[in-house]
């Protein structure tokens, strides 16, 4: 799996947006960006993915370089709930079969 | 989407005893499942991939016979951590998932706290 790299850590305040960046440069034409994340204490839960187009849902938005060599994953507002460890993850669709390979992640805090 | 329940979700237990951890799939066939291993403050470790009916594959490091799986079904894989010890105190994680194609999803289960003393 190609390779991904993330800050460590990020603050951010409740209410206010965060924007998450990834980048993978070594990204291959059919990997897709994945985005988990873990609460504490808890398993990794999906929030977003995509391939080449930014994409939006309930949960956050993802936007895809022109280049693909970087992502960015953006919470509108955060909440105190979305403390938690961010994962960008790329996967191949043809892989099947085989699991996610996690990095480190970034640990986001929020303040109120 | 999917539902992976995981059990318990504690467990605390004695050196040189077994333990085991149950991870069901409540509304879909899981062909195939993945256990990790996580400890404070690291990112998740994959142990192993199990599959129905068949043999699990272990990642390199992972003892097979420390670890045991099973995945009788289409719904549940098990990891026993046989005679115990206190490194293996960890969080445990199994996962559904890796499909084909690009709407394949990986589901998570909520996790197990293992504490040997």
């Known amino acids: 799996d190609a390779k991904t790299t993330q800050p460590n850590s990020m603050e951010s305040n409740e209410e206010e947006p965060v924007h998450l960046p990834c980048n993978h440069s070594t990204i291959s034409g059919t990997d897709y960006i994945h985005w988990y994340r873990q609460l504490p204490s808890q398993g990794p839960e999906y929030v977003i993915h995509?391939?080449?187009s930014n994409v939006n849902n309930r949960m956050a938005s993802l936007a895809i370089a022109e280049d693909r060599k970087s992502s960015t994953l953006i919470l509108h507002r955060a909440t105190l709930r979305d403390a938690a460890v961010y994962y960008c993850?790329?996967?191949?669709?043809?892989?099947?079969?085989?699991?996610?390979?996690f990095g480190k992640g970034t640990t986001l805090s929020v303040s109120s | 989407g999917a539902v992976v329940s995981q059990h318990p979700s504690r467990v605390i237990c004695k050196s040189g005893t077994s333990v085991k951890i149950e991870c069901r799939s409540l509304?879909?066939?899981?062909?195939?499942m993945f256990w990790y291993r996580q400890f404070p403050k690291q990112s998740l470790m994959l142990m192993a991939t199990?599959?129905?009916?068949?043999?699990?594959?272990?990642e390199q490091g992972v003892e097979k016979d420390k670890f045991l799986i099973n995945h009788a079904s289409l719904t549940l894989s098990t990891l026993t951590v046989t005679s115990a010890h206190p490194e293996d105190s960890s969080f445990y994680i199994c996962s559904t998932g890796g499909g084909s194609g690009y709407n394949y999803g990986y589901t998570f289960g909520s996790g197990t706290r293992l504490t040997v003393v």
């Open positions: 995509g391939l080449t």
């Open positions: 509304d879909f066939q899981a062909t195939t």
């Open positions: 199990s599959n129905e009916g068949s043999k699990a594959t272990y």
């Open positions: 993850i790329l996967r191949d669709p043809n892989q099947a079969g085989t699991a996610l390979i």
